[in-house]
């Protein structure tokens, strides 16, 4: 939980690209920590670009988007989102946070 540290907050749900879908370690993950998990499709991916500040070339060339992590954050927050902490990658995962404008006007 690095990033909900460094953001300082407690995500509610684990949001994953659909080609992570199959995989059983994202379902694993949210299961322990006690999250909703939530399917991003690639048209939302795609449409929250423009607010992703990371970009990999290798991300680009293997899922069609330049990022992943922060994409999902931000689509699964809704419209009006904002990062609250931008992509952290390890071995294993790679994540991001985002707020929801509602959660935004709230803090």
Same mark, same amino acid.
């Given at each position: 939980?690095?990033?909900s540290?460094?953001?300082?907050?407690? *995500?509610? !749900?684990? +949001?994953?690209p659909?080609?992570r879908? $199959?995989d =059983?370690?994202? /379902?694993? @993950?949210a %299961?322990v920590?006690?999250?909703?998990?939530?399917?991003?499709?690639?048209?939302?991916?795609?449409?929250?670009?423009?607010?992703? *500040?990371? !970009?990999? +070339?290798r991300?680009q060339?293997a899922? $069609?988007? =330049?990022?992943v /992590?922060e @994409?999902? %954050?931000?689509?699964?927050?809704?419209?009006?989102a904002r990062?609250?902490?931008k992509r952290?990658?390890?071995?294993?995962?790679?994540?991001?946070?985002?707020?929801?404008?509602?959660?935004e006007?709230l803090s």
């Amino acid at each position: 939980m690095q990033a909900s540290d460094e953001a300082g907050c407690r *995500p509610d !749900r684990l +949001a994953i690209p659909h080609f992570r879908a $199959g995989d =059983g370690g994202p /379902a694993d @993950a949210a %299961a322990v920590l006690s999250l909703v998990l939530q399917v991003i499709d690639q048209a939302a991916l795609e449409h929250v670009q423009p607010l992703c *500040p990371t !970009r990999s +070339a290798r991300a680009q060339a293997a899922t $069609g988007v =330049g990022s992943v /992590a922060e @994409a999902c %954050a931000l689509a699964a927050a809704g419209p009006g989102a904002r990062l609250r902490q931008k992509r952290i990658a390890s071995a294993n995962a790679t994540c991001a946070i985002a707020e929801s404008a509602a959660e935004e006007s709230l803090s």
